[in-house]
T-cell receptor, first 113, second 115 residues
Framework: GENVEQHPSTLSVQEGDSAVIKCTYSDSASNYFPWYKQELGKGPQLIIDIRSNVGEKKDQRIAVTLNKTAKHFSLHITETQPEDSAVYFCAASRDTGGFKTIFGAGTRLFVKA | NAGVTQTPKFRILKIGQSMTLQCAQDMNHNYMYWYRQDPGMGLKLIYYSVGAGITDKGEVPNGYNVSRSTTEDFPLRLELAAPSQTSVYFC??????????????FGQGTRLTVV
């Protein structure tokens, strides 16, 4: 079946450094790729998303890149801050041939002050 | 603005008991979803609904039932609780399908333990 692989599972960076999380998906019909941030005891919250007709999207310190040929997309956080510490999930969605969203297993990001 | 509200936040069930997890949204969203999140894993879709009166199975529907009698409410029913259903359950809603880039809003979650 379809899956989304996410790496690394844990990432520790120094405050001010950049963090990169990578995901690979298998369903070639996926056309929407959101990234969620989940803080302890809370539900996931959308932080950025990208559609399949776009290669890159940026929102302040956060950017996402998509390579449809390689079925690969990445989250980039620059100038990390302690409040960026959380679990980050990528997902791949499609709405053709039946609705489906597959989540990655998550990356626990620690930003050390 | 409440968003997506889930109740209860925590629950311990004995094997074989039943319960209903409640979910309500006040954003007039058409789409609603139930996910489960197991430790160290991503979210897996249990059931979803595209509007009142319409529900469909997700990846892991066995052992669960849902109903959608109103736009606002989407309860999840566990009929015969099993230890394998120990998990954190999240309800979510969106205006349209994620494929059209509409944001999914999540509730705070319900932590369920079956003993």
């Amino acid at each position: 079946g379809e899956n989304v692989e996410q790496h690394p599972s844990t990432l520790s960076v120094q405050e001010g450094d950049s963090a990169v999380i990578k995901c690979t998906y298998s369903d070639s019909a996926s056309n929407y790729f959101p990234w969620y941030k989940q803080e302890l005891g809370k539900g996931p919250q959308l932080i950025i998303d990208i559609r399949s007709n776009v290669g890159e999207k940026k929102d302040q310190r956060i950017a996402v890149t998509l390579n449809k040929t390689a079925k690969h997309f990445s989250l980039h956080i620059t100038e990390t801050q302690p409040e960026d510490s959380a679990v980050y999930f990528c997902a791949a969605s499609r709405d053709t041939g039946g609705f489906k969203t597959i989540f990655g297993a998550g990356t626990r990001l620690f930003v050390k002050a | 603005n409440a968003g997506v509200t889930q109740t209860p936040k925590f629950r311990i069930l004995k094997i074989g008991q039943s319960m209903t997890l409640q979910c309500a949204q006040d954003m007039n969203h058409n789409y609603m979803y139930w996910y489960r999140q197991d430790p160290g894993m991503g979210l897996k879709l249990i059931y979803y609904s595209v509007g009142a009166g319409i529900t469909d199975k997700g990846e892991v529907p066995n052992g669960y039932n849902v109903s959608r009698s109103t736009t606002e409410d989407f309860p999840l029913r566990l009929e015969l609780a099993a230890p394998s259903q120990t998990s954190v359950y999240f309800c979510a809603s969106s205006l349209g399908t994620p494929g059209w880039g509409t944001e999914a809003f999540f509730g705070q979650g319900t932590r369920l333990t079956v003993v």
